[in-house]
């Protein structure tokens, strides 16, 4: 009886599951193909280490989109299929978002389409051929991809179970879940595969960066790679959690790799104390997290993310947070925000932040700045819909918590601006640039949790129709962000190549020796602060809409936009010091000229035009953010 | 042999991690932080495996302890090496010492 249970597992695991995430298993051999080629043969002496990578992360890169466009193709996603057979009727039950089916084979009596099911009943003759004609009936329909895949599925589970019983007359069912991978550990849906694609596209840019810059020499090169490549696996599967093990696993395996990357300028007395300060802090934060979770598994009697949905608005239908249970998962959850907040470096877990960055070099600040605020995030809204997914009727407690959050964004915002002013050092700016960047999106997150929380309670609100623009502005301005962030430390690390310093008076006068950085710089920082045409506004017009449609349920949300508004305003400010260095004051008597090489200017024009792009044509991505988050709350 | 009640385990784990929680935050020696954070994780650990045998929480709870088990093992390693690198640069591993980054 076990090995029919662990042969059903394998079988499940390697037919269906690991197809999901070719991308995680094309970074896992690419880390291994790296150890090998140094231990076995030290071939790479003669291959630089990031050849392999480039190659690595290319592959992982197309499969993960190329996973997206299927799912965005094919968009009836299963979310389940059964099959009942009663007397001579069979009917196939397919629970979709599928508007029209085409007939190809005529082989069923009867289609019926209702809103998210379809069900295609087959009367008389034998119950096996009926079933097998419906599905060949499934299966001729070529528009949809995943419809066919998971009706050969079902096809091969039809058929084993015919061998055997010839189809009892009195009804059997097969249930296919077809989103929850590995025993409900993952699951493969269009947002995880969105952020997954993110991440592999970042990680491209990011290796041809450091191709670029020379950062890992040749001799550390394979470790840096597997550290980085380590840590965009734990990434992916942050965003792709749906078990509060990995939901745990996936931190601490992006954290890990990171702790060692901040501090691999070897001998560097900074380096070496900014290491030290993330390890110590990020550890603490982590522990907190899990004694978190061990209490919200424990209380809730699950640990998989959707049930404890399901379990925790069980427990608040009644009084709220007033029983001693629910108030003890009140500080379970607040001790898992604790861990996120860390991650995100919100006000008041942001102080390892600007450390880490000044510490490290500015290709792994910036690979901290952007992957991992987006697979945090991610998880982040993944967690927040788990809080408030369960809830039947409007909760003001829910609707607190994301008030609370609303408020810790306010601070994170204004103290990330206000705290840029005064820096000197350009690493250090950007990272409390970072900091004001995770305020703005918390908004997004923020306005998400009131929505969702407290929306069904005032009379003709669109809850759903509104948390869609609230995610869909989080994944563009992640989208944005990426581009206009990597651009800015991308020609940080540039120039520090050549003038081998990082402080904001080095620039003095840069701007007419190297145009085209400069110039990139330029186009990135506008962005950054949202300024029109760049993608940048276009982020930060999106969320903003969510949160003045959030006011309506809670007044608080219009105080945040005016404090975000007003914190754009500032932002101005410091962004443009940097700019006014670079090309109004003059260049220092007797610096040496800073030249360039062409690739490097390619590099950032190739950042930075999609910076503009975005913000001339934002329409495909925002169509394509608005598609993913529809898909979130079907 | 009478059955130990569920709280009196939480309280060992709640104990466990209230003194990890102190550790963190008096202690200045580096490896002294490291061991407060050993604690909080293993006090996370005996709550997973109680609420396993008593809770409904099933076989879930002890995997997520052996989990926990190796990845305490994974992040202790890269923390003692990277208090070492700080020892190598500052010849001490105070955290309070560490005060070149600032502002």
Redesign the interface.
């Known amino acids: 009886m076990f090995s029919n249970l662990l042969e059903q597992l394998i079988a499940e695991t390697t037919l269906t599951s690991l197809c999901h995430f070719v991308p995680e298993l094309a970074l896992s051999a690419t880390i291994v193909v790296l150890l090998l080629l140094r231990l076995c043969w030290s071939i790479d002496r003669w291959i630089p280490a990031y050849v392999t990578a480039l190659a690595g992360a290319l592959v992982a890169l197309g499969f993960s989109g190329f996973q997206l466009l299927n799912l965005l193709d094919g968009r009836g996603e299963l979310s389940s299929a059964r099959v009942e057979v009663n007397g001579g009727e069979t009917s196939l039950r397919v629970a979709s978002d599928v508007q029209t089916v085409r007939i190809v084979s005529g082989a069923s009596d009867e289609v019926a389409i209702n809103p998210g099911e379809i069900i295609v009943t087959v009367s008389g003759g034998d119950g096996a051929a009926s079933v097998g004609a419906v599905l060949t009936f499934l299966n001729g329909d070529a528009a949809q991809k995943t419809l066919k895949e998971s009706g050969q599925r079902l096809c091969a589970v039809m058929l084993a179970g015919s061998a055997e019983t010839k189809l009892p007359k009195d009804g059997i069912s097969a249930t296919l879940e077809s989103h929850q991978h590995f025993g409900g550990l993952l699951v493969f849906d269009q947002f995880g595969a969105f952020v997954r694609g993110l991440l592999a596209l970042f990680l491209v840019l990011m290796i041809a960066l450091t191709v670029l810059t020379g950062i890992p020499d040749a001799e550390d090169g394979p470790d840096f790679y597997t550290l980085l490549f380590g840590a965009t696996i734990g990434m992916m599967l942050m965003a792709s959690a749906n078990h ?2 990995i939901f ?2 996936g931190i ?1 395996m992006a954290s ?1 790799p990171s ?2 990357m901040v ?1 691999f300028l ?5 380096s ?6 993330y ?2 802090y990020g ?2 934060a ?3 997290m ?2 978190g ?3 919200l ?2 209380l809730l ?3 998989s993310i959707p049930e404890v949905s399901v379990q925790l608005g069980a427990m608040l239908s009644g009084d709220g947070f007033s029983t001693a249970e629910a108030r003890t998962a009140l500080l379970a959850v607040l001790m898992v925000f604790v861990g996120l907040a860390f991650k995100l470096s919100l006000v008041p877990f942001h102080f390892w932040c ?2 880490a960055f ?2 490290a070099s500015a290709e792994v600040a910036g690979f901290l700045s952007v992957a991992s605020k987006g697979a945090a995030f991610a998880l982040l809204v993944r967690f927040s819909l788990a809080l408030t997914g369960g809830i039947e009727v409007a909760s003001d407690t829910l609707a607190g918590v994301g008030v609370a959050i609303g408020v810790i964004a306010a601070l994170t915002v204004t103290f990330g601006n206000l705290a840029a002013y ?2 000197s ?1 350009i690493k ?1 700016l950007l990272a409390y640039s970072t900091i004001a960047h995770a305020g703005y999106m918390l908004m997004a997150v923020s306005a998400l949790i009131v929505i969702q929380a407290a929306g069904s309670g005032v009379a003709g609100f669109d809850v759903a129709g509104n948390s869609e623009r609230c995610v869909e502005g989080l994944l563009f301005y992640l989208f944005v962000y990426l581009f206009m962030n990597l651009g800015a430390f991308a020609v940080v690390a540039l120039i520090r190549n050549e003038t081998f310093s990082e402080d904001i008076d080095s620039y003095n006068g840069i701007g007419w020796e190297c145009p085209v950085l400069c110039s990139c710089m330029a186009i990135c920082m506008f962005s950054l602060v949202g300024l029109p045409p760049f993608g940048g506004f276009w982020g930060k017009l999106v969320i903003f809409a969510s949160l003045f449609q959030a006011g309506h349920i809670h007044w608080f949300l219009w105080v945040l936009l005016v404090i975000a508004g007003l914190n754009t305003v500032f932002s101005l400010f410091y962004y443009v010091r940097v700019l006014k260095a670079m090309f109004i004051r003059p260049r220092a008597e007797g610096a040496r000229r800073v030249d360039i090489l062409p690739s490097m200017g390619n590099y950032a024009l190739l950042i930075a035009i999609p910076v503009l792009l975005l913000g001339l044509l934002p329409n495909s991505v925002t169509e394509l953010a608005r598609t993913v988050s529809r898909a979130l709350f079907e | 042999m009478t059955e130990i009640p569920l709280n009196s385990v939480l309280w060992v784990g709640a104990i466990l991690f209230v003194c990890g929680v102190i550790c963190m935050t008096t202690k200045r020696n580096g490896i002294g932080v490291l061991m407060g954070v050993e604690l909080v994780l293993n006090g996370a650990n005996i709550n997973f495996v109680a609420f396993s045998r008593y809770g409904k929480l099933g076989l879930d709870g002890q995997v997520i302890a052996l989990f926990v088990i190796v990845l305490a093992a994974a992040e202790a390693a890269v923390a003692i090496a990277i208090a070492l690198n700080f020892y190598n640069n500052h010849l001490t591993i105070d955290v309070d010492q560490g005060d070149t980054l600032r502002g």
């Not at chain 1, 070897?266 to 900074?270: C, D, N, V």
């Not at chain 1, 070496?272 to 300060?277: I, N, V």
Request: net charge neutral; hydrophobic share 40%; with cysteine.
């Open positions: 509060l093990l745990f696993l601490e890990v702790y060692v501090g070897k001998g560097r007395r900074e070496s104390e900014a290491a030290f300060k390890v110590v550890a603490g982590a522990g907190v899990l004694y979770i061990s209490l598994c424990g009697g699950t640990a600007p450390d000044e510490g005064g820096q050092n250090r």
